[in-house]
């Protein structure tokens, strides 16, 4: 695979942001990345791109034809306190996207300063939009606020995760003291679906039967226009996995929530991936085509 080569071209079309001064390291990076995608000429292109910061994208990627596969980098490779990372995505009518990272974002240990990140994806009427990136990586001492606001039209079509590690149990090194809030929104024509917030302070939080039950790694799956065959079919699609860990699918009213407890990343993303593969024919109306940097 050749290596990863950020956009250097930005589009006339691309909203307006206002210029910011780009802070040092012990101030923190102060990051924001716009992204739009249009239809064109019966392909689905990234439209539109404004960042300022460490922020980029790789040059999209069309697997499957008309679906823009892209992938969000962010060059410094980790995100300490004192930075802000804001990252903004519309998919505009008859648009389809798919967005992941290359690899995975790592919140590093800090002395108290607040480490922020900020993702605001907007899908309208007619469009379909995508979102996998790889892991979050919380390290012990870390302070970090993490929001994800997923804005749906009505017709919009939505499938995504979100992968959160706390400590990194693969390396033996736990989760042991440290602030992790993470917030996940979703609405539809500005009413709200699924409003989940969950806040982690130190081991204790991570041991609690309410909260992680002593598992270091949690996923959560989003789709839309999903019916209760489909749930079903999606529970039949995780029926024989083994290993230790904890998976429960629900349906509120048509949007599919499936959540995972297990012990690493990698644990988690293969339960996951089964899920999107068994509805996305249905959902999506097409096969699942798995991004290429998923296979390095």
Known sequence: MPAI???????????????????TDSQGWKAHLTLGFEKRSGKSVLASRTQCGPLTVQRPFYP??????????????????????????????????????PGATKFYRNTGKLAKQIQILTVLNDSSLEWFPQENI????????????????????????????YGRPASKE??????????????????????????????DALQS????????????FIATHVTPQLLEK????????????????????????ARCLGQYAEQI?????????????????????HPRIWAT
């Open 174 to 203: 736990l989760f042991n003291s440290g602030k992790v809030d993470t917030k996940l929104e979703i609405t539809r024509n500005g009413e709200p679906l699924l409003l989940d917030r969950l806040k982690i302070i130190n081991n």
């Open 64 to 101: 499957e034809g008309d679906v823009c596969h892209l992938y969000l980098l962010h060059p410094p490779g980790g995100v300490v306190g004192g930075d802000e990372l804001h990252i903004n995505v519309e998919a505009a009518k008859q648009a389809n996207a798919l967005i992941t990272t």
């Open 5 to 23: 080569q950020p956009l250097t071209e930005q589009s006339s079309k691309a909203p307006s942001i206002k210029p910011q001064t780009i802070q």
């Open 138 to 165: 919380f390290f012990d001492g870390t302070h970090t606020q993490l929001t994800t606001r997923i804005e749906l039209e009505e017709s919009a079509r939505f499938m995504g995760w979100e992968i959160n590690c």
């Open 234 to 257: 999606a529970r039949e699609a995780i029926t024989d996995i083994g290993g230790d860990q904890q998976v429960g699918i629900t349906l509120l009213d048509d949007i599919l929530v």
């Open 209 to 220: 039967p309410a909260s992680l039950a002593g598992y270091p790694c949690f996923g959560t």
């Open 269 to 289: 993303s293969t339960i996951l991936k089964l899920i999107w593969m068994a509805l996305r024919p249905e959902v999506m109306g097409r096969d699942a085509c």
